[in-house]
Each structure stands twice: as C-alpha cells, then as structure tokens.
C-alpha cells in the first residue's frame, strides 16, 4: 500500500474490510466494539445495521378491503412483482378480506384483484396514474420509529 498512512492499530476478531479512500485495508471487527479516532478519543460502540438505517427494517402493513359476497380477493403491486397469485387475501367475516405483509419503508403501488377483476383500494388517500389507463392506489410507509438512544 504505497502513499497511504493509517495511524490507527485495531485488535481484530472477526475478518473484515475497510474501505479507505480507494484502498481497501484488510482489517477485524468485532460487533459492538470501541474503536480509537486518530484523536485518541473512543468512538461510539459498531451497531448494527438497522439501528442505523431504518428504513431496512420490514413493517408490518395490513392490507384490506371489503368485498362482500367475493370468493378470492389478492392484492398484487410493486412490492410483490405485480404477481396476482402472491399475496392472497383472507376472509375475515362480514365481507371484509385482510392480509399482513411486511415492508420496508417506502412508496408502494398496489391494487386489488376481486374474482379476477383489478381496482383500486378505495380506501386509499393517494393514486399514481397506471399505463392501463386506470390508477394504481399509493401506500406510503414511513420509517420505523426508534426510541433507543446511543
């Protein structure tokens, strides 16, 4: 590694690579270790990556619509490839039809499949114009909220 400087030694566990400027430096880190700054100074602990970023945690959104007297109710968007058959909706009573699915935070399009039929979820306060000539209905899931402090 000609023309670079690391002043720092780091007692590794755990093989690992650090990206330094366009070098990459093979080092260990261990989880929820202290590491020294240049300065001498202890840096927070390595956490873990969704504590940091949130939005790579799954949510989990429930999805539902009433369609009384319907015999197969699915929900099909860009969250699941637009699949029709992948996410099945079940009956609930009452002609109300639920499924849980687990998303990251987001903007998804989405819409209903009732007896073979597309629509749009009339509950939905957003829309996005589809290439069909219909509308997609607009879920947006916001970052998970966190209450730890480092």
Same mark, same amino acid.
């Given at each position: 590694?000609?023309?670079?400087?690391? +002043?720092?030694?780091?007692?590794? *566990?755990? @093989?690992?690579?650090? #990206?330094?400027? &366009? $070098?990459?430096?093979?080092?260990?880190?261990?989880?929820?270790?202290?590491?020294?700054?240049?300065?001498?100074?202890?840096? +927070?602990?390595?956490?873990?990556? *969704?504590? @940091?970023?949130?939005? #790579?945690?799954? &949510? $989990?959104?429930?999805?539902?619509?009433?369609?009384?007297?319907?015999?197969?109710?699915?929900?099909?968007?860009?969250?699941?490839?637009?699949?029709?058959?992948?996410?099945?909706?079940?009956?609930?009573?009452?002609?109300?039809?639920?499924?849980?699915?687990?998303?990251?935070?987001?903007?998804?399009?989405?819409?209903?499949?009732?007896?073979?039929?597309?629509?749009?979820?009339?509950?939905?306060?957003?829309?996005?114009?589809?290439?069909?000539?219909?509308?997609?209905?607009?879920?947006?899931?916001?970052?998970?909220?966190?209450?730890?402090?480092?």
């Amino acid at each position: 590694m000609k023309n670079s400087t690391v +002043s720092q030694k780091r007692k590794l *566990s755990t @093989r690992g690579f650090i #990206l330094v400027g &366009q $070098e990459h430096l093979e080092s260990t880190v261990k989880p929820n270790t202290t590491l020294s700054s240049a300065s001498g100074k202890a840096n +927070s602990p390595v956490q873990a990556v *969704s504590e @940091r970023f949130p939005a #790579l945690e799954k &949510q $989990e959104v429930i999805f539902t619509i009433s369609a009384p007297g319907a015999r197969e109710v699915t929900v099909a968007g860009n969250f699941n490839g637009w699949r029709t058959d992948a996410t099945p909706l079940k009956k609930m009573g009452g002609g109300k039809w639920a499924v849980p699915v687990m998303l990251r935070s987001g903007e998804y399009e989405y819409r209903f499949i009732v007896d073979g039929q597309w629509c749009e979820d009339p509950d939905a306060t957003q829309r996005a114009a589809n290439p069909y000539g219909g509308f997609n209905s607009v879920l947006i899931v916001p970052l998970a909220v966190k209450t730890s402090i480092l």
